[in-house]
C-alpha cells in the first residue's frame, strides 16, 4: 500500500478521533444541540431537557446491561492469559512456518476464538501473533511480523455474529424489547430473540463460513507476495507468583484443588441447565455467558490468586464501558424524550424499502462505530431507530439486528481503538497493522453486503 496514503490515513484518525470518552462527551453536546434545534424548548425548559439526560444516565436496566458487558470483556480476557490458553497457543502456532501459513492460520483460529468471545478473541489473537514473531526470532524465520499482527485482530471483524455478540445476546432476554423501546411504544414485540434466529440464522451460518474461508486465503495471498525479515522479540513476560512465607488461610488461596471444585461445580450446573432445563441455544444470555466464562476462568487458572491477578490485569481494558455507557444511555434518554428516535425512523422509512433497508442499518451501523466503538452502546443508542424502521417497513427483526451487528463490527479494521492490547502484546504501531486490517475492511464489507442483499 503506498506510504503516503498510509501515512495521511494515520494522521486523519488521529486528528478526528480523540479518545472515546472524549468522544462520547461530544455527542452527548451534539445531541443535546440538535434536540433544542430541530424541538426547541418542551414545557420544563432548558433543565427540563437536562432532566431527560441527567434520568438516563443511571436506568437500571441499562447499568445491568453495563455490568454484563464489562464482565464478558474482563473474563474472556482472563480466560485468554490463562495456562490453558498458553499451552493452546503453543500447539497452535507449530504450523506458521512461513507469512503466508501464519497469516492464513492466526487469522482462523482467531475469527473462531472471537465467535465465543470478543474479549477472550482480542488478547488470545495478540498473545498468538506474539508467539509466532517469538518462534520467527528463535527459528530465524523471515516473516511479515506486521502482517502477523493485523491477524490476530481479525476477532473484532467478527465477534458481534458469535456467543459474545451484545445485541444478539441481550435480545435474548425476555422483555428487554419493550425495555429499550420505552412504555410509549405501541406497536408488538416478541418477549425475546433467541440465538437460534440470529447466531444460528441461515444468514448469519453464511457469512460467517464465508468470513473463515475468505479472509484466511486472502491473508494467505497477502503474506505470499509480501516481504519479511526475522524479528527480533524476547519472549512476551507472563507475572509470576510468590508462594514464599504462606500462613493458614493464604494457602487455601493458591491451593489449585479449591478453585478446581468450585470451577467444577458451575460447569456440571451448566450442563444440567443445558441438558435438562433450557436447551442449548435458549441457554445462551448475557448473565450465563458470563457464568460459563467464569467456570472457565477458574478451572483455567492455577488457583484463586492467580486467576485475582489476572482479573486485575484484565479489568483495565473494561474501563471504557464503566465510564462511557452511561453517556449513551443518556444519549439515548435525550432521543427517546425529544422524539428524535421517531423522527429518525421516519427518516429512514422514507428513503429504503424492505430490501435496501439493512444495507442502509449496515452503513449507518458502521459509520456510528467508528465515533461509539462499542457495540452494547451502539445498540443502546441506534437499536430503538433500528426497531421501529423494521416493523414499520415489514423487515425482519433478526435481519436488521444482524446488519447493525455487522455495521459495527466491521469498521473495527478501520478503528484501531479495540487494539490497543494488541499493540502493546505485539510491540507494533497502529500504522504497521493498518494497511492490513484495511484490506480486511473491503473484503469483509463485500462479504456482508452480499449476503444482506441475496437473504
Not at 68 to 81: E, K, P, S, T
Amino acid at each position: 500500500m503506498n506510504g503516503r496514503f498510509l501515512e495521511l490515513y494515520v494522521r486523519l484518525v488521529r486528528s478526528l478521533l480523540p479518545s472515546p470518552l472524549t468522544i462520547a462527551f461530544l455527542l452527548t453536546a451534539i445531541t443535546l444541540a440538535i434536540v433544542l434545534i430541530v424541538n426547541g424548548l418542551p414545557s420544563g425548559g432548558f433543565v427540563g431537557v437536562l432532566d431527560w439526560w441527567a434520568k438516563g444516565l443511571w436506568q437500571p436496566g441499562l447499568m445491568v446491561f453495563a455490568l454484563q458487558m464489562m464482565l464478558m470483556l474482563v473474563l474472556g480476557h482472563v480466560l485468554a492469559i490463562s495456562p490453558w490458553a498458553a499451552r493452546f497457543i503453543d500447539l497452535a502456532v507449530r504450523p506458521c512456518t512461513s507469512s503466508a501459513r501464519a497469516a492464513a492460520w492466526v487469522a482462523f483460529v482467531t475469527m473462531l476464538v472471537g465467535l465465543f468471545n470478543w474479549g477472550l478473541g482480542l488478547i488470545f489473537g495478540a498473545i498468538m501473533a506474539r508467539k509466532v514473531g517469538e518462534k520467527a526470532t528463535r527459528e530465524g524465520l523471515n516473516i511479515n511480523y506486521p502482517l502477523i499482527g493485523a491477524t490476530g485482530y481479525t476477532a473484532l471483524m467478527i465477534w458481534h455474529g458469535g456467543f459474545s455478540g451484545s445485541s444478539l445476546i441481550k435480545i435474548t432476554e425476555p422483555g428487554h424489547l419493550s425495555e429499550l423501546m420505552g412504555a410509549g411504544f405501541n406497536s408488538p414485540l416478541p418477549s425475546s430473540i433467541s440465538l437460534g434466529d440470529t447466531v444460528f440464522s441461515n444468514l448469519n451460518l453464511v457469512v460467517t463460513f464465508c468470513l473463515l474461508i475468505v479472509i484466511p486465503a486472502v491473508l494467505f495471498l497477502l503474506g505470499k507476495n509480501s516481504q519479511g525479515s526475522v524479528p527480533k522479540l524476547s519472549p512476551h513476560p507472563f507475572p509470576e507468583e510468590d508462594t514464599k512465607d504462606l500462613v493458614g488461610a493464604e494457602k487455601l488461596d493458591r491451593a489449585a484443588w479449591f478453585s478446581k471444585v468450585i470451577g467444577g461445580m458451575m460447569l456440571l450446573y451448566i450442563v444440567y441447565q443445558i441438558v435438562w432445563v433450557t436447551g442449548f441455544l435458549n441457554y445462551f444470555n448475557p448473565n450465563n455467558i458470563n457464568l460459563l466464562l467464569l467456570a472457565l476462568c477458574l478451572l483455567a487458572h492455577a488457583n484463586i490468586k492467580t486467576f485475582t491477578h489476572a482479573v486485575e490485569d484484565a479489568i483495565q481494558g473494561a474501563s471504557g464501558i464503566l465510564i462511557q455507557f452511561p453517556l449513551y444511555f443518556g444519549i439515548l434518554a435525550l432521543m427517546k424524550e425529544s422524539g428524535m428516535i421517531n423522527q429518525l425512523s421516519q427518516f429512514f422509512i422514507e428513503h429504503s424499502n424492505e430490501i435496501t433497508y439493512p444495507i442502509y442499518t449496515f452503513l449507518s451501523a458502521g459509520l456510528v462505530n467508528i465515533f461509539v466503538p462499542s457495540g452494547g452502546g451502539q445498540w443502546a443508542i441506534q437499536g430503538p431507530i433500528i426497531i421501529q424502521s423494521s416493523i414499520e417497513l415489514g423487515v425482519p427483526l433478526n435481519k436488521s439486528i444482524l446488519a447493525l451487528a455487522y455495521g459495527d463490527e466491521i469498521t473495527n479494521m478501520l478503528q484501531p481503538f479495540w487494539a490497543l492490547p494488541l499493540l502493546g502484546i505485539t510491540r507494533l504501531n497502529a500504522k504497521d497493522i493498518l494497511p492490513y486490517s484495511l484490506v480486511v475492511f473491503l473484503v469483509g464489507s463485500i462479504v456482508f453486503a452480499a449476503a444482506l442483499l441475496l437473504f
